[in-house]
C-alpha cells in the first residue's frame, strides 16, 4: 500500500491535517463544525498516518495508545460536564457561560469577531466529543489496517 | 432531586454504559457493574412512575434554568428539548427497565463463556438509554436520534455471536430494517419541520392541519414505525433477530420493538390526534393490520422446529393483539359513546398486553436460552425428556405457555379477553381471529412441551443439569408475575393501564405540556 507519492505526501500534509482538525474541535462554539467534524478531520489525519506507515511501525506505535479507554473518558466526559447544570439549574444548563472559569469569558453583545474564551460547557463538550470520535474513528481504521495485514496491492 | 428524575433515567444507564468498557479486564466485575446500573434504573423508574401518577404530566427542559420553563423569555413556541412524560411513557419506562434488569440477571452465567463481555453490558445498557429515552422524549428530533441509538445498539447484540455466520447476518438484516426505518422518519420529521418550524410534539399537534405534505409524513411514520414493531409485511428481521440474539438480550430487545409501538401509538394519538375524520380510517388499518400479523405470525410458527424460531413467530403473533386493541380504540376515538363503551377497555386490552407478552414472552425465549445452554442445539427434533432434569426451566416454560395461549388464570388471559370482549363489538370477524390464532398458538406450543421435555429420557443428555442459579432466578421472576398479573389484572389495570390509556385518549392535557401553558 504505501508508495513514494504517500509517503512525500503525508510528510507535507499530516501535520496541517492533525492542527485543522484541532482548530476545527477548539473552535466548535464560534465557527461551523465542532467536537464530531473536528474529531472526524483528526483521525482522518491519523489514517493518512497510519496508511503511510509499515505494519511493524504501527502496531508498535499504536500499542500503547489507550484508544478504548479514551473513547470512555470522552463520552463520561461529556456526560459530566452535562451533569454539571444538576447543581441549581437543569441537565445541560450550561453553568460555565460568563463565569470567568476556563471558557467562561463574558459574552459581548453584538457583531464581534467571535472570541474564544467564552462558550462555557460548549467548548468542553466539543474537546470531549472530539477526543471520543478520533478515538474510535481511529481505532476502526486501525482494525481495518491491521485485518488486512501483509496483503500488498499489486505495485 | 425529584424533580431532575427524568434527566437522571437517561444519566445514570448512561454513565453506566461509558463505565463498562473500562472494565476490559475484569469482565465478571463488568456484569456485575451492569446489574448494579440496571436495579437503580429500575428503582428510579418506579419513582418517576409514581410521580406521574399522582402529579400528571411531568415537564423537563434541557438546559433551562427550571426543569418547567417551556417557553422562557416570553417566547411562543418551545426552543429547547423537552421530555414530556406521561402515563404511557413511564409505563413503558418501567417494563424497559424492568427487562433490561432481568436481562442482566439472566446474562451473568448464560454468556459467562463468551469473550467481549465487556462491550456486551455497555451495549446492552446503550439498548436501554435508547428505549428510556424514545418513550419519555416529547421532541420528534429527539425521538429520531434515540431511535437510532437502540437501533444500532441492539444490532450489535443480534451479531454478538460473531463466529456464527448466522448471527452476523441476522445482525446486518437488523441494520439494514432499522436504518431504512429511521430514515424514513427523519425524513418525516424533516417534512413536518420544514411545515412548522418546529420539533416539539405538543407544539407540532397543535399546529398540523392534514395537508398533503402532512399526510405523506404521516404516512412514512406510520410505516416505519410498524416496520420496526414488526407488523405483518415488514415482520421477516423479527425471526431472524430474536432466534440469533443471546437469550439475555431477548427481554430488552422485546421492549425496544414495543418502543417503536409506542412510538406508533404516539404519533397517531398524540401528533396527529387533532385531525378528526381521519384517524378512525388509521385505526381501521391498524386493526386489519393487526389481524393479519396474529394470523400470519401463528401460522409460520406452527411449522418450525427451531425452538427460538417457533417463539419469534409467536412473538409476530402477539404484537398483532396489541395493534388491534389498541387500532380499535382509535377507531372509535372520535365517538364519545362508542368510546366509554368499548373503545376504552379495548386500547386497555392491547396496552395491558404489550406488558403481558414482554413479560411471558421473555420467559419463554430464555427457557429457549436455557435449552441451548444445556444442550448446545435448538432443534426440537434433537431434545426430548428434559423435564427430569430441568424441573425449574419446565415449570417457568409450563408457565409461560399458558400465559402465551390465553389460558385463565393467567396473565394473557386477561389481557386476550378485554381485546375479544372489545373487537367483537366494532366487528365480530376480528374476534374470530384473534381466538383462532389463540387456539393455533396453543396448539404450538404444546408440541414444543412435548418434543422437548416430555418422552423418554435421551442418552446424549445423561450429563445435562438444572442452568445455574442467576438463569433461574429470573426466569422464576418473571413466571411469578405472570401468575401474579392473571391473578389481580384489576389491580394492574387500574394503577398502570387505565392511566397510560387515558394519557393517550386526552389529547388537550399533552398539547398543554399538562396545563403548564
Redesign the interface.
Same mark, same amino acid.
Not at chain 2, 60 to 67: E, I, L, R, S
Given at each position: 500500500m504505501t508508495t513514494t507519492i504517500i509517503k512525500t505526501t503525508t510528510r507535507i500534509l499530516a501535520s496541517l491535517i492533525l492542527v485543522f482538525g484541532a482548530y476545527i474541535i477548539l473552535h466548535g462554539h464560534l465557527t461551523p463544525g465542532g467536537g464530531f467534524q473536528g474529531g472526524a478531520v483528526f483521525a482522518s489525519g491519523l489514517a493518512l498516518l497510519i496508511v503511510a506507515c509499515e505494519d511493524e511501525i504501527v502496531k508498535k506505535r499504536f500499542e500503547k495508545v489507550p484508544l478504548s479507554p479514551l473513547e470512555s473518558i470522552g463520552a463520561l466526559g461529556f456526560l459530566g460536564t452535562a451533569l454539571l447544570g444538576l447543581m441549581g439549574y437543569t441537565f445541560f444548563k450550561n453553568v460555565i457561560a460568563n463565569s470567568g472559569f476556563i471558557f467562561g469569558g463574558k459574552t459581548p453583545i453584538g457583531i464581534n469577531p467571535g472570541y474564544l474564551n467564552t462558550g462555557g460547557t460548549l467548548a468542553y463538550m466539543n474537546i470531549f466529543v472530539g477526543m471520543k470520535v478520533l478515538a474510535g474513528l481511529t481505532s476502526i481504521v486501525l482494525i481495518f489496517f491491521l485485518l488486512l495485514g501483509g496483503k500488498k496491492d499489486e505495485w | 432531586m425529584m424533580e431532575?428524575l427524568p434527566?437522571l433515567m $437517561? =444519566?445514570i444507564p %448512561? @454513565?453506566g454504559a461509558?463505565?463498562t468498557? %473500562?472494565l /476490559?479486564k475484569r469482565q465478571n466485575i463488568a456484569a456485575i457493574w451492569a446489574l448494579i446500573i440496571t436495579v437503580i434504573t429500575f428503582g428510579l423508574s418506579l419513582l418517576l412512575l409514581q410521580e406521574v401518577l399522582s402529579k400528571g404530566i411531568i415537564v423537563?427542559? @434541557?438546559? =433551562?434554568? /427550571?426543569?418547567t420553563l417551556v417557553l422562557p423569555s416570553g417566547y411562543r413556541v418551545p426552543v429547547r $428539548?423537552i421530555f414530556e412524560i406521561d402515563a404511557m411513557g413511564a409505563f413503558m419506562a418501567l417494563s424497559a427497565t424492568l427487562m433490561s434488569f432481568i436481562g442482566a440477571l439472566y446474562s451473568y452465567s448464560h454468556v459467562e463463556m463468551e469473550t467481549g463481555l465487556e462491550k456486551y453490558y455497555a451495549l446492552l445498557l446503550l439498548l436501554e438509554v435508547g428505549i428510556i429515552g424514545m418513550v419519555l422524549t416529547g421532541d420528534l428530533f429527539n425521538l429520531f436520534v434515540f431511535l437510532e441509538v437502540a437501533g444500532i445498539a441492539g444490532s450489535a447484540l443480534v451479531g454478538f455471536r460473531n463466529y456464527r455466520g448466522e448471527a452476523s447476518e441476522a445482525g446486518i438484516k437488523y441494520l439494514m430494517v432499522s436504518s431504512v426505518a429511521s430514515l424514513m422518519v427523519l425524513f418525516s420529521i424533516g417534512l413536518l419541520y420544514g411545515q412548522y418550524g418546529n420539533l416539539n410534539m405538543a407544539y407540532l399537534s397543535r399546529q398540523i392541519h392534514l395537508d398533503t405534505v402532512d399526510m405523506i409524513a404521516l404516512g412514512l411514520l406510520f410505516v416505519s414505525f410498524a416496520m420496526k414493531c414488526g407488523a405483518v409485511p415488514m415482520h421477516y428481521w423479527v425471526p431472524d433477530a430474536y432466534t440469533e440474539v443471546p437469550a439475555g438480550i431477548n427481554p430488552t430487545l422485546l421492549v425496544a420493538t414495543y418502543a417503536s409501538l409506542y412510538a406508533l401509538f404516539r404519533v397517531s394519538f398524540s401528533l396527529f390526534g387533532a385531525i378528526t375524520w381521519n384517524m378512525a380510517r388509521v385505526g381501521w388499518i391498524m386493526s386489519i393490520l393487526g389481524v393479519l400479523t396474529m394470523f400470519i405470525g401463528v401460522t409460520m410458527a406452527l411449522v418450525q422446529k427451531d425452538v427460538k424460531r417457533l417463539m419469534s413467530y409467536h412473538a409476530i403473533s402477539q404484537t398483532g393483539y396489541m395493534l388491534l386493541g389498541v387500532g380499535v380504540g382509535l377507531t372509535v376515538l372520535n365517538d364519545p359513546a362508542k368510546l366509554s363503551a368499548f373503545g376504552r377497555a379495548a386500547m386497555a386490552g392491547g396496552i395491558f398486553h404489550i406488558i403481558n407478552h414482554i413479560i411471558y414472552k421473555s420467559l419463554l425465549l430464555m427457557t429457549a436460552g436455557a435449552l441451548f445452554y444445556v444442550t448446545g442445539t435448538r432443534n426440537l427434533n434433537e431434545m426430548g425428556g428434559l423435564a427430569r432434569k430441568m424441573p425449574y426451566t419446565t415449570i417457568a416454560f409450563i408457565v409461560g405457555a399458558a400465559a402465551i395461549s390465553g389460558l385463565p388464570p393467567f396473565n394473557g388471559f386477561a389481557s386476550k379477553f378485554l381485546i375479544y370482549e372489545t373487537s367483537y363489538q366494532l366487528n365480530p370477524l376480528l374476534a374470530v381471529f384473534a381466538m383462532v390464532t389463540s387456539v393455533l398458538t396453543l396448539a404450538s406450543f404444546v408440541k414444543v412441551f412435548a418434543s422437548a421435555f416430555l418422552g423418554p429420557p435421551l442418552e446424549k443428555y445423561e450429563e445435562v443439569r438444572e442452568v445455574p442459579k442467576p438463569m433461574v432466578t429470573a426466569m422464576i421472576i418473571l413466571a411469578i408475575l405472570c401468575i401474579l398479573f392473571g391473578l389481580f389484572p384489576n389491580v394492574v389495570l387500574n394503577k398502570l393501564i387505565y392511566p397510560a390509556v387515558d394519557a393517550l385518549i386526552k389529547l388537550a392535557q399533552y398539547q398543554s405540556w399538562g396545563g403548564l401553558v
Open positions: - | 431532575h434527566a $437517561i =444519566a %448512561l @454513565f461509558f463505565t468498557p %473500562l /476490559k423537563y427542559v @434541557f438546559g =433551562a434554568n /427550571k426543569p $428539548i
